[in-house]
């Protein structure tokens, strides 16, 4: 049962241009979503969350955004740097739960 | 500030043997989770402790067993290893959730093949 869903196993961009990574859920008790970024042989580092009570969060190069109706959330990443290639986790939880589910990635490759 | 340690970083063990790999949180934080990673998956959540007392179990069977210690530290024991246990193995260490900013802080992980 994949509650967190990547359907993208790889996307490649130019860089310069903008980076969308989609994610998909199914579990409404969902409240609270996270990005991650794995470079190899390294653990996962968060990248940006945002609850559910909020449709759009920005971190300087980085916006998440997420539509609760249609339980997808994106992110874009503007402009794209070769230093962003990597894998890219989408991830979930609901609050008194401590537990992540996360999605199975997406591979981004900066074409420089 | 010390980031998430785990050793060892690479393992080989045969089917049916019994494994301990360990962690070392990150300054400040009490609360450790363990993921499963295998090949082309995300990470599953296998456990987490606070306060040295397990808080929330994923879908794995007993023969996954964990330690925290007083210094927050940690251990993932596997007994009877199975083929299948073959996978990365990640800590992570955060502060307990409404305690600051939700998120982890992740170790390089553990390299665990089992042949």
């Known amino acids: 049962d994949q509650q967190v869903k990547q359907n993208s196993p790889s996307l490649s961009v130019q860089e310069g241009r903008i980076s969308i990574l989609n994610c998909d859920y199914t579990?409404?008790?969902?409240?609270?979503f996270l990005w991650y970024k794995k470079y190899p042989a390294e653990g996962p580092t968060f990248l940006i969350s945002?609850?559910?009570?909020?449709d759009k969060n920005e971190d300087g190069r980085f916006t998440v955004f997420l539509n609760k109706s249609a339980k997808h959330l994106s992110l874009h990443i503007v402009p794209s740097q070769p230093g962003d290639s990597a894998v890219y986790f989408c991830?979930?939880?609901?609050?008194?739960?401590?537990?992540?589910?996360f999605g199975t990635g997406t591979r981004l490759t900066i074409i420089p | 500030e010390t980031g998430v340690t785990q050793s060892p970083t690479h393992l080989i063990k045969t089917r049916g043997q019994q494994v301990t790999l360990r962690c070392s949180s990150q300054?400040?934080?009490?609360?450790v989770s363990w993921y499963q990673q295998a090949l082309g998956q995300g990470p599953q959540f296998i456990f987490q402790?606070?306060?040295?007392?397990?808080?929330g179990r994923g879908n794995f069977p007993p023969r996954f067993s964990g330690l925290q210690f007083p210094n927050y530290s940690s251990e993932l024991n596997v007994n009877a290893l199975e083929l299948d246990d073959s996978a990365l193995y990640l800590c992570?260490?955060?502060?307990?959730?409404?305690?600051?900013?939700?998120?982890?802080?992740f170790g390089s992980g553990t390299r665990l093949t089992v042949v």
């Open positions: 579990n409404s008790m969902f409240d609270y």
């Open positions: 402790y606070y306060r040295e007392e397990e808080n």
């Open positions: 945002i609850s559910s009570i909020k």
């Open positions: 992570a260490s955060s502060l307990p959730q409404g305690q600051g900013t939700y998120g982890y802080t």
């Open positions: 991830a979930a939880s609901h609050f008194g739960n401590e537990k992540l589910t």
């Open positions: 300054s400040g934080h009490n609360t």
